[in-house]
């Protein structure tokens, strides 16, 4: 069974910066895409960002492009969200997903794309 473990988050001003790491435990595929999603209390789970398996492509949602950046180190096994210029509204659990089938291949925005998920690390701003 695959689990993705995710790491680096905590609680940081307005205006600050943090990184988040995630890597699978377990059974991994040849080959995945990678999302990063976001759920604050109350909302919906939010795409934030997602890397293909070469990490050449990336997307990104509206309210952090600019500011987010994702990437992967496949020598490593590791994925990583530089968050920068955060704000009180970035505010939630942050989770990473691993995608195996072409929805997520295309860097799907769904989380329903995504196949095997983390148990999240919170992320806070304060104003």
């Known amino acids: 069974q695959v689990r993705m473990v995710e790491s680096g988050g905590g609680l940081v001003q307005a205006g600050g910066s943090l990184t988040l790491s995630c890597a699978p435990s377990?059974?991994?595929?040849?080959?995945?895409?990678t999302g990063w999603f976001r759920q604050a209390p109350g909302k919906e789970r939010e795409f934030v960002a997602a890397?293909?398996?070469?990490?050449?492509?990336?997307k990104y949602g509206d309210s952090v492009k600019g500011r987010f950046t994702i990437s992967r180190d496949n020598d490593r096994n590791m994925v990583y969200l530089q968050m920068n210029s955060l704000k009180p509204e970035d505010t939630a659990l942050y989770y990473c997903?691993?995608?195996?089938?072409?929805?997520?291949?295309?860097?799907?925005?769904?989380?329903?794309?995504?196949?095997?998920w983390g148990r999240g690390t919170q992320v806070t701003v304060s104003s």
């Open positions: 890397v293909g398996w070469s990490g050449s492509s990336t």
């Open positions: 997903a691993m995608g195996l089938g072409s929805a997520a291949a295309g860097l799907g925005v769904k989380w329903y794309e995504y196949d095997y």
């Open positions: 377990g059974r991994t595929a040849s080959s995945y895409a």
